[in-house]
């Protein structure tokens, strides 16, 4: 049983920032972090690579940064200049052997 716990979700001021955390109880190649925003389906936000390879979202690029900590199974999302269309909720993801796991969800708002 695979299972991942996400943390660092909250309210923010547009232009604000928040880091999020993910911890898995086994390690997991990739691992990202997707954004459902209300109304709308779940969209990749980042992924990275054991190796330190990092994947962005195009509107994601150069605000966000995904970090990963292999020997604690941890991946981080750093958010920076914060936008309301940010807002959502960010869910973890990991394969493992083909198979996607899943966290349960934190909350982010930004508000205007």
């Known amino acids: 049983q695979v299972q991942l716990v996400e943390s660092g979700g909250g309210l923010v001021q547009a232009g604000g920032s928040l880091r999020l955390s993910c911890a898995a109880s086994?390690?997991?190649?990739?691992m990202g972090w997707y954004r459902q925003a209300p109304g709308k389906q779940r969209e990749l936000v980042a992924a990275?690579?054991?190796?330190?390879?990092?994947d962005y979202a195009v509107s994601e690029k150069g605000r966000f940064t995904i970090s990963r900590d292999n020997a604690k199974n941890t991946v981080y999302l750093q958010m920076n200049s914060l936008k309301p269309e940010d807002t959502g909720i960010y869910y973890c993801?990991?394969?493992?052997?083909?198979?996607?796991?899943w966290g349960q969800g934190t909350q982010v708002t930004v508000s205007s």
């Open positions: 993801n990991g394969r493992l052997h083909l198979r996607d796991y």
């Open positions: 086994r390690s997991l190649n990739p």
């Open positions: 990275i690579t054991s190796g330190g390879t990092a």
